[in-house]
């Protein structure tokens, strides 16, 4: 099979493509016959050397894929060849074929191509966890999402959305705003042309916003965690700017509010009864025509470099696919 490998670590342009065996599904594990493969920030710190897992070289890259389960392991019951399926990996999916435990797919719902269920798990997974179990989000408070039009933070508008708050969305570019109001932000805050703070303060009645999106962190998590409201939730998703910002601690005492980490990959491990729950009503919702995922590009698999240097260089808008099949 063909395989996108990272035999050192660097950047993007280094991933070489080649033939290697393919790989065997284990008693617990199915084989996926990968379609689709979803781009996401961790493939372009893993390649580098920089995420919290550093696979053994030569690795491919790529944590989520969509594809037909092609054999499976004697312990699996709730799959059989010839499903349609979405899987997260770790990493793997940038290749023709992967081995990935079974509780980590679930069947792909009618209606959904695989470029889409590609682009879909980690993204909403993570969203959903965001504010459910961790912002413990209410219809009618008020959202605001930083990094707007990213994969994360596009669903994170959705998600609010679908839950009845008012979301604000802020992202650094007009074009980018334009995504995240199609999405449903009622709201919008371009971050490069005015005080994100006092943007807050001012589309909020001075009160701040109740639960606070960031996936972001540098300058823009400083900013808004000075804008969050009496027992609000600052969510700490990511850190795409390249900054691990540190918080004051008197403001959570002042405000009355709430750091709270997010991070769904454990989550849906330890909590894999609430995560399938999860998955349930976003599901429904995409039935509905209430989560309509935004793929901007897709490349193929030869050029799948690219497609995780598009991402690492915030070029992206909504979700990047590297098509395999």
């Not at 790529?62 to 389960?69: D, K, L, N, S, T």
């Not at 992967?98 to 969203?127: H, W």
């Not at 303060?201 to 540098?218: F, Q, S």
Request: proline share 5%.
């Amino acid at each position: 099979m063909k395989a996108v490998l990272c035999k050192a670590f660097g950047p993007a342009e280094t991933l070489v493509l080649e033939e290697v065996a393919s790989p065997q599904a284990k008693k617990n594990e199915i084989l996926l016959d990968v379609h689709a493969a979803g781009v996401n920030f961790p493939d372009t710190l893993i390649i580098e050397g920089k995420y919290q897992f550093k696979p053994p070289f030569p690795f491919s890259p790529g944590g989520e894929a969509a594809g037909v389960v092609s054999a499976v392991g004697e312990k699996i019951t709730h799959l059989k060849v010839g499903d349609r399926v979405m899987g997260l990996t770790g990493w793997g999916s940038f290749a023709e074929q992967i081995a990935v435990p079974g509780y980590n797919v679930m069947p792909i719902p009618d209606g959904m191509d695989f470029v889409t269920a590609a682009a879909f798990s980690m993204t909403y997974g993570t969203s959903m966890h965001a504010l459910k179990q961790r912002a413990l989000l209410q219809p009618g408070e008020t959202l605001l999402v930083l990094g707007a039009s990213g994969g994360v933070g596009l669903a994170a508008v959705e998600i609010g959305k679908a839950m009845g708050a008012r979301v604000i969305a802020a992202a650094s570019s007009s074009e980018k705003l334009e995504v995240a109001r199609l999405a449903g932000a009622d709201e919008l805050i371009n971050y490069t042309e005015t005080n994100l703070k006092e943007e807050i303060k001012r589309l909020t009645d001075g009160n701040g916003a109740d639960v606070i999106y960031d996936p972001v962190g540098g300058d823009l998590f400083d900013q808004a965690a000075r804008s969050i409201a009496w027992n609000g939730r600052l969510l700490v998703v990511g850190f795409a700017s390249g900054r691990i910002p540190e918080f004051p601690v008197n403001l959570a005492l002042l405000k009355g509010a709430s750091i709270v980490g997010v991070f769904w990959g454990s989550f849906a491990q330890r909590q894999p009864q609430d995560n399938a729950a999860n998955f349930k009503q976003l599901f429904g919702w995409f039935a509905e025509g209430k989560l309509k995922p935004l793929v901007s590009q897709t490349f193929a698999l030869e050029h799948t470099g690219q497609a995780i240097d598009t991402l690492g260089q915030r070029k992206a808008v909504g979700k990047v696919v590297v098509k395999v099949r």
